[in-house]
């Protein structure tokens, strides 16, 4: 009998590693897609292609701590990549993923949006602009800041 024969073929190649290598590949974040898991991704798919409108859908995931809430937001977040658009100004950006500040902070939230797109925050006190540029980047445009990858949001 082959060692590992009951595996698929990814499972058998690990049996071959050595110990450590092994323990550190059962420890990796994996993804389940459990039946409600694929019915939100599905959900999270139509509120990405829905058409503008003044009014946009929305979907707040709410669940206990360990839920596999971030888990599916950065699932989401794979399944919709960053384009480099090489011909284009910009890269094009359908889905971008920030931990929100623990308190209701405008000017940290800005920040993390631009931060996530790569771009160079140097003061706290540049908010305002910050929030020009992401509501910039919202509509289409690019920020305009130097960074080396710019980044459009649709």
């Known amino acids: 009998m082959v060692k590992g024969g ?3 073929t990814a499972a ?22 459990y039946t409600r898991a694929k019915q939100l991704l599905d959900k999270l798919d139509d509120l990405l292609t829905h058409p503008k409108t003044h009014r946009m859908p929305n979907l707040l995931i709410v669940g206990d701590t360990n839920a596999g809430k971030t888990m599916l937001a950065n699932r989401f ?6 384009d480099d658009n090489p011909e ?19 000017s940290r939230f800005y920040n993390a949006i631009l931060e996530a797109c790569s771009h160079r925050i140097t003061r706290e006190s540049e908010w305002p602009r ?3 540029r992401c509501f910039a980047s919202s509509r289409g445009s690019t920020c305009g800041c130097s960074s080396s990858m710019r980044c459009t949001i649709f």
Do not use: C, F, T
Request: proline share 13%; net charge negative.
């Open 77 to 82: 977040v794979q399944l919709h990549p960053a």
């Open 6 to 8: 009951h595996l698929n």
């Open 130 to 132: 910050s929030k020009s």
């Open 88 to 106: 284009g100004e910009a890269a094009i950006v359908p889905v971008l993923a920030i931990q929100a500040p623990p308190g209701p902070d405008e």
């Open 12 to 33: 058998r190649e690990v049996l071959d590693l050595p110990a450590a290598e092994r323990i550190d590949h059962i420890r990796r974040p994996r993804w389940i897609g």
